[in-house]
């Protein structure tokens, strides 16, 4: 089965940037969207941004959109997320995760995902 491992997290001042990897490893049926989770400290978590096994797909959630960018490379098995223009209310753990399907061209920010990485920090403050 899949397995995802994250890595970028770190600190950064508000108005920084951070990019955040998760490469992907383990075989899977079909295709796979990969969609990027953040937990903010004492909240759920929810879904920020995703993308189709294609990666000619993608959606946002509003308050990030416009600020971050995701994107995959298939043959390297890497999905990224660029992060900009970053808040304090973004600060927490990130997670990527990834759900199977038979569809190439679709992504959910639900929480339907079936693999998950482990999170990685990311910490937004001066």
């Known amino acids: 089965q899949l397995q995802l491992v994250e890595s970028g997290g770190g600190w950064v001042q508000p108005g920084g940037s951070l990019r955040l990897s998760c490469a992907a490893s383990?075989?899977?049926?079909?295709?796979?969207?990969i969609g990027w989770f953040h937990q903010a400290p004492g909240k759920e978590r929810e879904g920020g941004s995703c993308?189709?096994?294609?990666?000619?797909?993608?959606n946002y959630l509003s308050s990030v959109k416009g600020r971050f960018t995701i994107s995959r490379d298939n043959a390297k098995r890497t999905v990224s997320l660029q992060m900009n223009n970053l808040r304090p209310e973004d600060t927490g753990i990130y997670y990527c995760?990834?759900?199977?399907?038979?569809?190439?061209?679709?992504?959910?920010?639900?929480?339907?995902?079936?693999?998950w990485g482990q999170g990685t920090q990311v910490t937004v403050s001066s």
């Open positions: 383990g075989s899977y049926a079909g295709y796979y969207s």
């Open positions: 995760a990834a759900e199977e399907n038979p569809f190439q061209h679709i992504c959910t920010l639900e929480r339907v995902y079936e693999h």
């Open positions: 993308v189709s096994h294609s990666g000619n797909r993608t």
